[in-house]
């Protein structure tokens, strides 16, 4: 069976949409769930407590693979062979992979705001040849534009509002329940930008339990960074649910009418999750409350240093992945998480996305560096950064 290789498709009985011969896979999410002790002792968490699920070893470097899969193979259905989408660099970096390495005519088209990319992530698009433009404005901007694009010239759409690309995320929790002998943790914490992976998360879970195959879910934590967060503002300081429908989309209307207002744009140092306006917001705040969830707002600082962490305990990530681990550790300082919970964070993006960022967070540590080694030798060997 060569669906076996794929981490998604066999599981395809609970993503049930494409016959076999359709599939179009080029062999994602074989990934890896990894017990964390070091970066638990950070966390607050008892030894074995935190594991950390690593989607970074995809074959484009993050968790989009997971989705991509899914919605390729309904654009092959569909027969499409235009696919776009706007991002912040790991979903064009996915489309771009799977249009050059299959083979069934797909043509990659990219919208990214100026200077808004990670340089490992542009460097992916370009090198598997996508048509790459980019747009005045940041992810927001090229979201808007790339529907318009879509809807006016038939271009099949492949950011996260499509809905086969959840159906492809799902998988990563089938693959956490797996390692986890298919018991269930007593958190998942996850990054939220466009809120994709948070809404596949709660509908993998909404499922599983109506079909028997697990008898309770795991609470869900979605961390958002401080300079875009959307979701936390609606969920913990308006309290917007997912249940009182209307009163929730006037609430929702009202803020956004506030953020235009204001002229505030997203900003993080976690490029991958500066988006202020994310399409699956009503499906994530449904995951939430199936899931008894939480949401927390994370600083650019909190952020790096948690990535950090987890680079010092063997992992790497790139900064918008180690915002689960930085929203973790604030859950079990507020006591909302115990350490003896089990927890998993999902990491989502590999170290080498954004060298830029991690260089930069290292090169301020001169001074730290002295104390630590700071003999006389090496003061002399000249490890000054000049
Ligand atoms: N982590 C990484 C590394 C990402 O690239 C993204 C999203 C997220 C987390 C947030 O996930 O959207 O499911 O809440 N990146 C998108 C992109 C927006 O264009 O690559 P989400």
């Not at 596949?200 to 401080?226: C, M, Q, S, W």
């Not at 918008?320 to 927890?343: H, N, Q, T, W």
């Amino acid at each position: 069976d060569p669906l076996c290789f794929s981490g998604v498709w066999r599981f395809r009985e609970l993503l049930p949409f494409a016959p076999a011969d359709r599939i179009v896979t080029i062999g994602e999410g074989q990934t890896l769930l990894q017990r964390a002790d070091k970066v638990g002792a950070f966390v607050g968490m008892s030894t074995g407590n935190l594991m950390l699920q690593y989607e970074g070893m995809n074959p484009s470097g993050s968790f989009k693979d997971n989705g991509m899969t899914a919605a390729f193979t309904h654009a092959r259905m569909v027969g499409a062979r235009r696919v776009a989408c706007a991002s912040t660099g790991n979903t064009s970096a996915a489309l771009a992979v799977y249009c050059s390495a299959t083979d069934h005519g797909f043509k990659a088209i990219i919208f990214i705001g100026s200077g808004k990319i990670a340089y490992g992530k542009l460097a992916q698009a370009l090198d598997h040849g996508a048509l790459t433009v980019q747009i005045v404005g940041d992810f927001d901007d090229a979201m808007t534009r790339v529907r318009e694009v879509s809807d006016r010239l038939g271009i099949y759409l492949m950011n996260s509002v499509n809905p086969f690309r959840l159906e492809g995320q799902k998988t990563i929790m089938y693959r956490v329940l797996e390692a986890n002998g298919w018991e269930v943790p007593d958190w998942i914490v996850v990054p939220g930008g466009n809120l994709g992976n948070s809404s596949a998360f709660g509908k993998a879970f909404i499922e599983l339990k109506h079909l028997g195959l697990i008898d309770r879910v795991p609470r869900l934590a979605v961390i958002n960074a401080a300079g875009a967060r959307t979701l936390n503002e609606l969920y913990s300081a308006r309290e917007v649910r997912w249940r009182s429908g209307l009163a929730d989309s006037a609430k929702i209307g009202a803020f956004y009418n506030e953020l235009d207002a204001s002229g505030v744009k997203a900003s993080t140092i976690a490029s991958a999750i500066e988006i202020n306006r994310p399409v699956n917001l009503k499906k994530c705040l449904r995951a939430l409350e199936f899931c008894d969830g939480v949401v927390r707002q994370v600083s650019d600082q909190q952020i790096m240093d948690a990535k950090a962490r987890v680079g010092a305990g063997g992992l790497g990530c790139e900064p918008a992945s180690a915002a689960s681990v930085a929203g973790a550790k604030l859950l079990r300082e507020e006591g909302v998480i115990a350490p003896s919970d089990r927890v998993v964070c999902i990491l989502t993006g590999h170290q080498l996305k954004d060298p830029t960022a991690t260089v930069a967070y290292h090169g301020a540590d001169q001074e730290n560096f002295e104390k630590v080694l700071g003999s006389r030798g090496v003061r002399r060997a000249g490890f000054a950064n000049r």
